[in-house]
């Protein structure tokens, strides 16, 4: 890596569940984001007082497995400079939304849209057949709400940063009414509790500008890791074999919106 001073080890795992409901954005830990194995949710402290330890503020951090991005959002509101990259399409939209994007610039344009996309009148299509009736990881109610707000997000040609926005405010409106155990490689028999509650959109907990660009980037962390300018770099790869894209098959589906082939009692991509 050209650039490169130093690497902070930090031991131990966050969990995947998710706590209180949203908090102020000045929260350390307040962002309620997707369910996510390996998320650093619990650990945020942890990580922020090892970084602040090592960096002064305005320090050029970079993860290169951003997951639900929550690491590089909790670090961009002290203040540091972040890059944020991941393989996966789902966490390049959160990764943007989280870190990319300021909200300062792109506040104003996210409500109007978002209160535009409330609007929308539920129609099945896609998402509804193969995730609702096919497989059963949402109630047929909301996947028509999905199709129908997907769609018109694809028509409005958003620019990048703030379709991110948009797409991470319906993932995690799809996510707080799922009927899973946290993962796309099953769904529960009968509707969960909260499967049946409507989707709601809500604005995600965007943050302000850290004075220098913060980006977010979609590629293979090897690969990447030849251009990497950055005082820190933070590495929080997978803990196993098991493939980050089947358990969250569902949400890259939901963000590429290219209707693919699916397989097997999951529907897998
Ligand atoms: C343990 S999770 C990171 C969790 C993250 N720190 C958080 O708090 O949400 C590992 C991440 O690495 C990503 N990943 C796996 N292999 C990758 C690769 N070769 N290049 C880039 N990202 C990769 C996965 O998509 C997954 O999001």
Redesign the pocket.
């Known amino acids: 890596m050209s650039d490169f001073r130093s690497v902070v080890r930090i031991g131990g795992d966050?969990d995947g569940g998710e706590g209180a409901g949203a908090l102020p954005w000045r929260h350390e830990s307040a962002a309620r984001?997707i369910k996510?194995?390996?998320?650093?949710?619990a650990?945020?402290g942890h990580v922020s007082a090892a970084v602040a330890s090592v960096l002064p503020q305005g320090g050029r951090v970079c993860?290169?497995?951003?997951?639900?991005?929550?690491?590089g959002h909790a670090l961009k509101a002290k203040g540091f400079q972040l890059w944020s990259?991941?393989?996966?399409a789902y966490?390049h939209a959160l990764a943007t939304a989280y870190v990319q994007v300021d909200r300062e610039v792109w506040i104003d344009r996210a409500e109007a849209v978002l209160a535009e996309l409330r609007a929308v009148k539920p129609e099945a299509g896609w998402f509804t057949q193969t995730f609702c009736r096919d497989a059963r990881y949402f109630h047929p109610d909301n996947g028509a709400r999905i199709d129908a707000v997907r769609d018109r997000i694809e028509a409005m040609e958003l620019e990048p940063e703030l379709k991110a926005v948009v797409l991470v405010s319906l993932m995690e409106a799809a996510d707080r009414v799922d009927s899973t155990a946290g993962v796309q490689m099953a769904y529960m028999k009968q509707w969960a509790p909260r499967a049946l509650k409507p989707l709601e959109l809500r604005l995600p907990d965007l943050l302000p500008g850290v004075g220098a660009p913060c980006r977010a980037t979609q590629?293979?962390?090897?690969?990447?890791a030849d251009q990497v300018e950055a005082d820190l770099v933070?590495l929080?790869?997978?803990?196993n074999q098991h493939?980050?894209?089947a358990n969250?098959h569902c949400w890259e589906s939901l963000v590429l919106w290219d209707r693919p082939e699916t397989y097997g009692i999951a529907n897998k991509r």
């Not at 993860?63 to 690491?71: E, K």
């Not at 990259?85 to 996966?88: A, L, S």
């Not at 590629?219 to 990447?224: F, L, N, P, R, T």
């Not at 929080?236 to 803990?239: E, I, V």
């Open positions: 966050g984001m996510y194995i390996g998320s650093k949710r650990l945020l993860d290169l497995f951003s997951g639900t991005a929550r690491v990259n991941d393989h996966n966490a590629g293979d962390a090897v690969e990447m933070y929080d790869p997978p803990y493939s980050y894209l969250y």
